[in-house]
């Protein structure tokens, strides 16, 4: 992949926390499984040299860390894994009509609001300072933040998301994240500037109005109606329409086609190629698990990219629960697929989701913590290959 070539580790390094700076920009491929992050490093490798602990790869372990997490802890990630600044119910469950707007009159509020709306993505700084300023700022509880956020991005990614905004509302780490006007500035250009608004505080400011609760937490001059609002895309629960009705098995299941053959399935978070060693006469059949839309819904750019690549790699594409899966597919002779933790139970034979650092068994509290099990007595990154 192109992008993949593009990734230069030192610029990384060095400018990874500027918004316009060398970020790589591969998540939504990562979250949907498109290239992995062996693949990545392998072909940066393939460049340069990288010790263990060279921030590209630390960055990689941070994605790896939350899915560690999410596998020992399971649905708890979406509860506070300890209290933060204050007590849960402290906190607003709804996520204001200002914010979802962009109409906050904060600049680098408005801003982070609009990019995610029109491109499905947001640099992590912008990530961070939105989810500060919800939490902390206006005392919204993480979890309405985090279900509004992971349905807009590309790289919606449950564990990444969930655990981040607890990471920033200090209940998955031990304290909470502040920002203030002068940080933006310092990584953000000029129209995302906040001088003069609510943020424009010290930290020790920050820190007593996060650790304050306040009946009516600040807002910007919205109420003044002096800033344009922003369009939220919709979210939707299952495919747009028209995508169902260009590719008309999108909602239908065919017995004939699985009868007696191999069936690979690919699904959102395995857009690859099927292996190597599937038998002659396999056919390759994609799924949207309609338990997990149910749950999370989608723009309708998710829908479309993700739709767009697994139509490269199939025209049968079916939106169904587990047990309709079930029946549609009891003729295969066997069903193979990647295990990932967004998906349901499947009757399918699972082969591990991809993995760049070894397996820690034990759970680990904090990133650190896995981060030297993960890695001990490893100095180049090439022995993760
Ligand atoms: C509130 C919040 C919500 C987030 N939600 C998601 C999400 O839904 N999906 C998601 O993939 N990431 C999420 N992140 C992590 C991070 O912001 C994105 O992975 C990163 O911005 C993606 O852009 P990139 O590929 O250019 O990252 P790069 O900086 O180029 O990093 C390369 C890769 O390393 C991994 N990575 C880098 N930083 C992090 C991090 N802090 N945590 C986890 N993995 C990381 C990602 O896989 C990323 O693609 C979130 C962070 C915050 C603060």
Redesign the pocket.
């Known amino acids: 992949m192109q992008r993949v070539g593009c990734v230069r580790p030192a610029d990384?390094a060095r400018t990874?926390n500027d918004l316009g700076g060398g970020?790589?920009?591969?998540?939504p491929y990562?979250?949907h499984g498109l290239v992995t992050l062996q693949e990545v490093l392998s072909d940066v490798l393939s460049r340069d040299r990288l010790t263990i602990d060279h921030k590209l790869v630390y960055?990689?372990g941070?994605?790896e860390f939350?899915r560690h997490v999410w596998a020992h802890r399971g649905a708890g990630i979406f509860q506070s894994i300890h209290p933060g600044p204050l007590p849960d119910e402290t906190y607003s469950p709804q996520l204001p009509l200002d914010i979802r707007q962009g109409r906050t009159g904060i600049p680098v509020i408005d801003e982070s609001v609009r990019t995610l709306y029109a491109t499905g993505t947001l640099?992590?700084h912008a990530?961070?300072w939105l989810?500060s300023y919800v939490v902390h700022v206006r005392q919204v509880h993480w979890r309405a933040g985090a279900d509004w956020?992971?349905s807009h991005?590309l790289?919606?990614?449950l564990a990444?998301?969930h655990l981040?905004?607890q990471w920033?509302a200090g209940t998955g780490s031990h304290k909470p994240y502040l920002f203030n006007a002068e940080n933006v500035a310092r990584f953000a250009p000029l129209r995302w500037h906040s001088f003069g608004t609510v943020i424009d505080r010290s930290y020790e400011e920050l820190e007593q109005m996060a650790r304050t609760a306040r009946p009516q937490p600040p807002k910007g001059p919205v109420e003044a109606g002096r800033v344009d609002s922003a369009v939220e895309p919709p979210l939707l629960h299952s495919p747009p329409a028209d995508l169902a009705s260009a590719h008309a098995t999108i909602a239908n299941t065919d017995n004939l086609l699985v009868r007696g053959r191999t069936v690979w399935l690919v699904h959102p978070w395995a857009l690859r190629p099927p292996p190597a060693d599937l038998p002659d006469g396999y056919v390759t059949i994609g799924v949207y698990p309609s338990e997990y839309h149910r749950d999370w819904p989608w723009s309708e750019a998710r829908w479309r990219w993700v739709d767009a690549a697994m139509a490269e790699l199939t025209p049968h594409r079916w939106f169904l629960d587990s047990e309709s899966l079930g029946a549609a597919l009891a003729d295969a002779s066997r069903v193979r697929t990647v295990a990932d933790p967004h998906l349901p139970e499947w009757q399918a034979d699972l082969e591990p989701a991809p993995a760049l650092f070894p397996l820690v068994e034990r759970p680990c509290a904090s990133f650190s913590q896995w981060w030297s099990r993960a890695t001990r007595g490893v100095e180049q990154a090439e022995s993760l290959l």
């Open positions: 990384y990874r970020a790589t920009g591969l998540s990562l979250t960055e990689f941070w994605r939350y640099h992590n990530r961070m989810a956020l992971v991005l790289d919606g990614d990444s998301n981040s905004w920033v």
